[in-house]
């Protein structure tokens, strides 16, 4: 996918600005960063716990790969006026509520060689702890077959703007292997299969996250 130089510049130094924030008068920690593949589809799996994580994990992941995009399907709410188009040019694009046939397409095109964030839960879990994944998730992956990295964010949950000196992190894991899942037949039960082993990564760098922040 064609993106514009401007754009890409737009994206990059905002998400600077962002971490500016994030890390220099707060204490936000990145560990993982080098499992993040530079080229082709790459899924960003991540639990999701607070508002900022759609600016904070961009940043997170772009601060290593500058000038490239990264794409997030968000509720269609947040698009209208003056931030509506800043979510747009940062990469970010409507969902409907339910089942979004159109939007599950454009994520789907996005992942042939593209990077892209979602959150396996569907929700926020303000309280920090870990919910049930979306088996949609697992038919897009079983579908696009990309690089899936399990994400986990901590303590951003307790962040209250402005703020200084506060702590918190996102931990990325491994690319998970799912060979063996992809052998199955293409069904509901697979792709629960799929999610469930995204949440149980998730999981895993949850608990490594939160060691490191009490650490």
């Given at each position: ?31 993982g960063a ?26 997170a992941v ?154």
């Amino acid at each position: 996918m064609k993106v514009s130089l401007l754009r890409r510049f737009w994206v990059t130094f905002s998400v600077w600005v962002i971490g500016s924030y994030a890390s220099l008068l707060n204490r936000f920690r990145v560990e993982g960063a080098h499992h993040i593949p530079a080229d082709g589809g790459v899924l960003i799996a991540s639990n999701h716990i607070s508002a900022y994580d759609t600016v904070f994990l961009p940043w997170a992941v772009i601060r290593n790969h500058p000038m490239q995009m990264l794409w997030a399907p968000a509720k269609e709410e947040l698009f209208s006026g003056l931030m509506g188009l800043v979510y747009r040019s940062w990469g970010a694009f409507p969902v409907r509520r339910g089942r979004d046939v159109r939007a599950g397409k454009q994520i789907n095109a996005l992942l042939a060689d593209q990077k892209v964030m979602l959150f396996p839960e569907g929700t926020r879990h303000k309280d920090g702890v870990l919910g049930k994944g979306n088996r949609g998730v697992g038919k897009i992956i079983y579908d696009t077959r990309p690089h899936v990295i399990p994400t986990a964010l901590t303590g951003i949950n307790r962040w209250k703007f402005p703020g200084v000196g506060l702590q918190g992190g996102v931990v990325f894991g491994a690319p998970l292997d799912f060979s063996d899942l992809y052998q199955l037949e293409d069904c509901k039960e697979t792709h629960q299969l799929i999610v469930d082993r995204v949440m149980d990564a998730i999981a895993a760098q949850l608990q490594q996250g939160r060691q490191s922040h009490e650490g």
